[in-house]
């Protein structure tokens, strides 16, 4: 046979099968891999390419070293999840680098980084001065994370004491004008529901390139054509202002009527829109 | 515009805001915001009632506050 029939034969047998062992040595992305992982696989890829180029004239052999690094590797995962004592063995600990604001001179020198170094670290997570940064700790894969002190970390709405609406993942329906039948049942709503919303904006499905439902059911639409205008939905808007102005219309009837009874009706129900609308304040 | 037709809009105009809440409180897919949209719900019923409990005794016990 001639070699490059073998080659080609040989190529193509292990790109499959390279792809199928990369799957299932998992998921793991190389940028956050511990140094062994990195080796580990280093060494498949090279195996691979050796035995291609036949440089491993026993393709046997090849196979074998093959099967030894990438089944070792699976089961040190499974007995990493098992144990604690032995992950910290195979894949390190992490170091603490900063701890209350003092950087620990020790554990630098543990992990041979240099005073540069970490404060090139920092300053790629921000923290330009020392004294902004409260705990810095170096993980086992080489990133550095870093805690800023409490005053120095950015402003959420529990800081302010702002209460703000839970949302959740929103799901995508329509994707280059195809409708997703499954994300719509996992709503619970059917291609009808999303072909009556669609009429509502007057659109039609072939000219939308992205939609998606968000957590209060809203369809929101991207459309090929850009300089078509698509309605906003002011739905949450009208309410809001709706009961604003039920409210104030209670507030006013309860001043110009005589009667008591009615009075105080009016009056306890305006109070209680009021309440309402604080409520519902930040979910609209 | 007598009052019990000032009344009458309010109580449509809170009718359309009850029926927005309630879609809300069905389609939210998070659990608070469903109870938060479900107790709004509750409270503009009550409102609605109580206001066309009122309409009805303008109706019939106070005609001179409607239409001139």
Redesign the interface.
């Known amino acids: 046979m001639d070699n490059w029939i073998n080659i080609l034969i040989k190529s193509s047998a292990l790109l499959i099968g390279s792809l199928f062992l990369v799957r299932i040595m998992g998921k793991k992305s190389l940028t956050s891999a511990t140094p062994f992982t990195f080796v580990n696989y280093i060494v498949v890829s090279i195996i691979v390419a050796l035995i291609v180029t036949e440089v491993v004239t026993n393709v046997a052999f090849g196979l074998v070293a093959l099967g030894v690094w990438v089944i070792f590797p699976i089961l040190i995962d499974l007995l990493s999840l098992k144990s604690k004592g032995f992950h910290d063995l195979i894949h390190g600990r992490e170091t603490i680098l900063v701890k209350q604001g003092k950087i620990m001179e020790e554990n630098l020198m543990d992990v041979r980084l240099t005073g540069e170094e970490l404060l090139r670290e920092l300053r790629k997570k921000n923290a330009f001065s020392v004294s902004d940064v409260e705990f810095a700790i170096l993980e086992a894969t080489g990133d550095i994370h870093v805690l800023m002190k409490s005053e120095k970390t950015p402003i959420t709405p529990s800081h302010l004491g702002i209460h703000v609406?839970?949302?959740?993942e929103p799901q995508t329906v329509i994707l280059d004008g195809v409708a997703l039948n499954e994300s719509l049942s996992s709503?619970g709503k059917t291609p009808h529901w999303l072909k009556t919303e669609l009429e509502k904006i007057g659109v039609s499905i072939d000219n939308v390139f992205l939609g998606q439902v968000n957590?209060?059911?809203?369809l929101y639409v991207d459309l090929f054509n850009d300089a078509t205008k698509i309605p906003e939905n002011t739905?949450r808007e009208?309410?809001w202002t709706?009961?604003e102005?039920?409210q104030a219309?209670?507030l006013r009837?309860s001043l110009?009527t005589q009667n008591e009874g009615?009075k105080n009706?009016?009056h306890e129900?305006s109070r209680?829109?009021e309440e309402?609308l604080k409520?519902?304040k930040p979910?609209l | 515009m007598g009052?019990d037709s000032?009344?009458k809009s309010?109580i449509a105009?809170?009718k359309?805001?009850k029926a927005?809440?309630h879609?809300?409180s069905l389609?939210?897919?998070?659990s608070?915001?469903k109870i938060?949209?479900k107790?709004?719900f509750d409270?503009?019923t009550?409102?609605t009632d109580?206001?066309e409990n009122?309409l009805q005794?303008l109706k019939l016990e106070e005609p001179q506050y409607q239409e001139q």
Request: hydrophobic residues 40%; charged residues 15%.
């Open positions: 609406s839970p949302i959740t709503l957590s209060f059911g809203e739905t009208l309410l709706n009961l102005k039920c219309d209670l009837y110009e009615a009706m009016y129900n209680q829109i309402l409520k519902l979910y | 009052v000032q009344l309010t105009t809170l359309g805001v927005t809440l879609i809300y389609q939210s897919s998070h608070d915001s938060i949209f107790d709004a409270i503009t009550q409102i109580q206001l009122r005794v």
